[in-house]
C-alpha cells in the first residue's frame, strides 16, 4: 500500500502543477497528489505524524535529492520541490517565446493572487505584503529607509546577520546613529533573561529594536513578542529579521508583535531560489522610503517596494506552487517534523565524550537548526572532513563562543541521513580525541 502510494506520489511529483493562476489545465493532477498527503495525515496529530516515515518518505519524493552528497545545509538555501522547479522550467520557456507579453501581460497578472496567497501565509492583509528576491532585500528596505535622524539609536546583537549590520552601520557612519549592542549568551533557555538584555540597551533615544527572530549562527529562537512588547511600551518599533523562521517555525507575523519583518522565501518554503518577502503594518508604509524609489515614495501603497524593474518573473511566480506544496504539508506538521529531526540527531551525539552542542534541545528555544562542534577541530576541518570523507554537506561556524558546523535538515531529510551524521561524528570525535590524548591535551 506504501509503495503504491509512493508510486503515485513520485509520478505526481514529476508532473508539472500550477497555482491554478496560469496554464490550469494541469489542475486536475494536482488536486489528486494533495489529496493523497491529506488523506495520509488526517488520522494523525502533528506530534505522531513527526515520526511517521511512511509519511515523510513520501515527502521527500517531491525533491530531487542527490544520491550520493547528504545535503544538511537547507539553512543556507533549501531546494525546491520538483512541481516549483518545472514551474519555473515552464514559466521560463514561456517568457522566451515573447518575453515582454508573456513576462508582463501573462505572467505579472499573477501577482496581486500571489500576493493574497502570501498574506494567508502570513496571517496578515496583502496591503501589507511586498514581494521581493530576498530577506537581504526586505529588510534592506527598511533599515536604509526608515526617516531616523542623527544620535537616533538602534538596538542590534551580537549575533545578527552580516548583511543587516552593514546596513545599520552604513546608517552609523552616514547618519550618525548610535547602535547599541546585547551580547546575547549562546545557548539561552532563560527568555526572561534575554529580554531582559534587550530592555537594558533602549534608551529614551532608542527609535528601532532589530530582532533575528532564529539565529542563523546558532538555531537559538529570540524571544521576539516579549522584546517587541516591551519596546512598544517604551515607544520604540521593531523590526524582525524573519529569514530562518518564516514557515519554520509555526505562527503567523501579527503574533509576533512587530512593525516590519523580512524574510527569504528560498530558505523553509523551498520557493526558488532568489524570493523573500518584505511585510510591513500598513500605518507604517507611507514613512519608510523605498530603495528603488516610484513615482510616490511617500504612499502608503505596499507596491511602491516592488519597483524593481524588469526581473524573473518565472522565479516569482513559482512562489505560488511552494505556497501549495507548503500548505499541504502545514505548518504545525512541518514545525513538529523539523524539531524532531534535531533532536533526533543531536540527542544522540550530545553525550559523546569531545562533542559539544551549541543548540538547545528545548521547544521554544530551537527549531530545524543546530551547530555541533568536536573538540580538536576547527570549525573548517571538522567541515571539511564530514564532506570529504562522509559526503555530508554542512557550513562551518566560527562566530563568538559558537565553534562548529551547523547542521539543517528540511522536511525532505529522513532519520535514516541522520543516522549518517551521527555515525560521522562519532568517528571524527574519537579519532580526534585519540589524537589529544597523544598529544597530552
Ligand atoms: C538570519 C538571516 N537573515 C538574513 C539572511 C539573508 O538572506 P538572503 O540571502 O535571502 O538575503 C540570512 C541568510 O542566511 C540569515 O540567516
Known amino acids: 500500500m506504501i509503495s503504491s502510494r509512493r508510486s503515485f506520489f513520485r509520478q505526481s511529483a514529476r508532473i508539472a502543477v500550477s497555482s491554478g493562476v496560469l496554464f490550469p489545465s494541469l489542475k486536475p493532477l494536482t488536486e489528486s497528489y494533495f489529496t493523497e498527503i491529506k488523506r495520509y495525515q488526517s488520522a494523525k496529530s502533528a506530534e505522531a505524524l513527526a515520526a511517521d516515515e511512511d509519511f515523510w518518505a513520501m515527502i521527500q519524493q517531491a525533491y530531487t535529492v542527490s544520491p550520493t552528497t547528504l545535503n544538511l ?8 520541490p520538483t512541481l516549483v522547479q518545472e514551474a519555473v522550467e515552464r514559466y521560463f520557456r514561456y517568457s522566451n517565446e515573447a518575453p515582454s ?11 496581486e ?23 537581504t532585500e526586505a529588510l534592506d528596505t527598511v533599515i536604509l529607509g526608515l526617516p531616523l535622524q542623527r544620535g537616533d539609536e538602534v538596538v542590534v546583537s551580537n ?7 552593514s546596513a545599520w552601520r552604513q546608517r552609523e557612519l552616514r547618519d550618525g546613529l548610535k547602535l547599541n549592542y546585547v551580547k546575547l549568551p549562546m545557548p539561552c533557555e ?4 534575554m529580554v531582559k538584555l534587550f530592555v537594558e540597551q533602549m534608551t529614551p533615544q532608542t527609535k528601532v529594536v532589530h530582532l533575528t527572530h532564529v539565529i542563523n549562527w546558532s538555531g537559538q529562537v529570540l524571544p521576539v513578542r516579549k522584546i517587541a512588547d516591551e519596546a512598544h511600551k517604551r515607544g520604540i518599533e521593531v523590526l524582525v529579521d524573519g529569514a530562518h523562521s518564516f514557515v519554520h517555525l509555526d505562527y503567523k507575523v501579527p503574533e509576533l508583535g512587530c512593525d516590519y519583518f523580512g524574510t527569504s522565501l528560498h530558505k523553509w518554503l523551498s520557493a ?6 518584505l511585510w510591513v503594518k500598513k500605518e507604517k508604509i507611507s514613512k519608510v522610503f523605498p530603495l528603488v524609489p516610484n513615482e510616490q515614495p511617500q504612499s502608503d501603497n505596499i507596491r511602491k517596494f516592488e519597483n524593481l524593474g524588469t526581473r524573473p518573473f518565472f522565479i516569482e511566480q513559482a512562489i505560488a506552487q511552494a505556497i501549495q506544496f507548503n500548505n499541504a504539508i502545514g505548518s504545525a506538521r512541518k514545525y513538529e517534523r523539523l524539531f524532531y529531526l534535531k533532536n533526533y540527531w543531536a540527542e544522540k551525539v550530545k553525550d559523546i565524550p569531545g562533542i559539544e552542542l551549541y543548540t538547545s534541545l528545548k521547544k521554544g528555544y530551537s527549531g530545524a537548526l543546530a551547530v555541533v562542534g568536536v573538540e580538536g577541530l576547527k570549525p573548517g576541518e571538522l567541515e571539511s572532513q564530514l564532506l570529504t570523507r562522509f559526503k555530508i554537506h554542512t557550513t562551518p561556524i566560527d562566530k563568538e563562543n559558537v565553534k562548529g558546523v551547523r547542521v539543517t535538515p ?8 541522520l543516522d549518517r551524521l551521527v ?5 571524527l570525535a574519537k579519532e580526534s580525541s585519540g589524537k589529544l590524548a597523544k598529544a597530552g591535551k
Open 113 to 135: 493572487p500571489l500576493r493574497e496567497q502570501l498574506a494567508r501565509l502570513a496571517g496578515t492583509s496583502p496591503e501589507e505584503i511586498a514581494i521581493n528576491r530576498n530577506a
Open 101 to 111: 507579453y508573456y513576462m508582463w501581460r501573462v505572467l505579472d497578472q499573477g501577482r
Open 410 to 417: 528540511h522536511v525532505y531529510i529522513l532519520p535514516s541521513d
Open 423 to 427: 555515525n560521522a561524528l562519532t568517528i
Open 190 to 193: 532563560d527568555e526572561n533573561r
Open 159 to 165: 549575533f545578527d546577520y552580516p548583511n543587516m549590520m
Open 73 to 80: 545545509n537547507n539553512g543556507g538555501v533549501s531546494p525546491a
Open 272 to 277: 526558488p531560489i532568489g524570493t523573500g518577502m
